[in-house]
């Protein structure tokens, strides 16, 4: 499976997600970014964390930000299931190191270049779902699988 031109964003998120080793983010981006795996392309998507607190507008976006370096990781995507257009993919960080991530998206393609919907699962140690965070954003076209 290969999937391209993929990019979703969370707005700022006035309440952080906490995520292992005492992470917490404010705002999320992922984009599919090209990758191999020998000779055989694989999915892969850089996460962006923002952890910076910032001060919003009266339209909720975000002003004056404190200045803390964003942390940027690296994973492979595996389709889990597909349904109704809808996908959920496995986010994969290397080694098993990093939270239990699922990518749901809503729906599996539009047309020309409608926003996609999705919404990002995370899940704690023990597999209990922590945290539903929606997420929006828009591809070149529909995600290619």
């Given at each position: 499976?290969?999937?391209?031109?993929?990019?979703?964003e969370?707005?700022?998120l006035?309440?952080?997600?906490?995520?292992?080793?005492?992470?917490a983010t404010?705002?999320?981006?992922?984009?599919?970014i090209?990758?191999?795996?020998g000779?055989q392309?694989?999915s892969?998507?850089?996460?962006?964390?923002?952890?910076?607190r910032?001060?919003?507008?009266?339209?909720?976006?975000?002003k004056a930000?404190?200045?803390v370096a964003?942390?940027?990781?690296?994973?492979?995507?595996?389709?889990?299931?597909e349904?109704d257009?809808?996908?959920?993919?496995a986010?994969?960080f290397?080694?098993?190191n990093?939270?239990?991530v699922?990518?749901?998206?809503?729906?599996l393609?539009?047309?020309?270049?409608?926003?996609?919907?999705?919404?990002?699962?995370i899940?704690g140690e023990?597999?209990?779902?922590?945290?539903?965070?929606?997420?929006?954003?828009?591809?070149?076209?529909c995600?290619?699988v």
């Amino acid at each position: 499976m290969k999937i391209r031109n993929l990019r979703l964003e969370t707005g700022y998120l006035v309440e952080p997600i906490p995520l292992p080793r005492g992470i917490a983010t404010h705002q999320i981006q992922i984009e599919t970014i090209d990758g191999t795996d020998g000779e055989q392309e694989t999915s892969r998507v850089r996460i962006s964390l923002d952890p910076n607190r910032c001060t919003v507008d009266s339209f909720g976006e975000a002003k004056a930000c404190t200045k803390v370096a964003p942390i940027h990781l690296e994973a492979d995507v595996e389709l889990l299931e597909e349904c109704d257009g809808k996908q959920l993919l496995a986010v994969k960080f290397e080694g098993g190191n990093g939270p239990a991530v699922r990518i749901a998206l809503l729906p599996l393609c539009g047309k020309g270049n409608e926003a996609i919907v999705a919404r990002l699962l995370i899940f704690g140690e023990k597999g209990e779902l922590r945290a539903i965070v929606p997420m929006q954003g828009t591809s070149a076209g529909c995600v290619v699988v």
